[in-house]
Nanobody, 123 residues
Framework: QVQLVESGGGSVQAGGSLRLSCAASAFTFSTACMAWIRQAPGKGREAVATIASDGRLTYADSVKGRFTISKDNAKNILYLQMNTLTPEDTAMYYC?????????????????WGQGTQVTVSL
């Protein structure tokens, strides 16, 4: 059974940085399509960064130049380095995979999700 466990969230002041991690198991992580998806209170889900099976990276415009997605295939861990955080980045962040490898920024493509880790950015 696919398992995704996020960690690394927390509270930070605007301008600060956080690195999220997602430990993956029970599927072929090295060739999987992976994404970080966030949901702020009262808002819809937004895929902020994805990494396709061929390593192609895609970012939402809202985080380009500030967030970096990466993965360690030897450790089966997905990362999201978040820099220059703003209060608008406050959300629950989820790690997700698309077992059909459709990938992209459409959140409905992702059919396996972790429990999420909360990120709160204050002024």
């Amino acid at each position: 059974q696919v398992q995704l466990v996020e960690s690394g969230g927390g509270s930070v002041q605007a301008g600060g940085s956080l690195r999220l991690s997602c430990a993956a198991s029970a599927f072929t992580f090295s060739t999987a399509c992976m994404a970080w998806i966030r949901q702020a209170p009262g808002k819809g889900r937004e895929a902020v960064a994805t990494i396709a099976s061929d390593g192609r990276l895609t970012y939402a415009d809202s985080v380009k130049g500030r967030f970096t997605i990466s993965k360690d295939n030897a450790k089966n861990i997905l990362y999201l380095q978040m820099n220059t955080l703003t209060p608008e980045d406050t959300a629950m962040y989820y790690c997700a995979t698309d077992t059909w490898s459709r990938c992209g920024l459409d959140t409905t493509n992702y059919n396996r999700w972790g429990q999420g880790t909360q990120v709160t950015v204050s002024l």
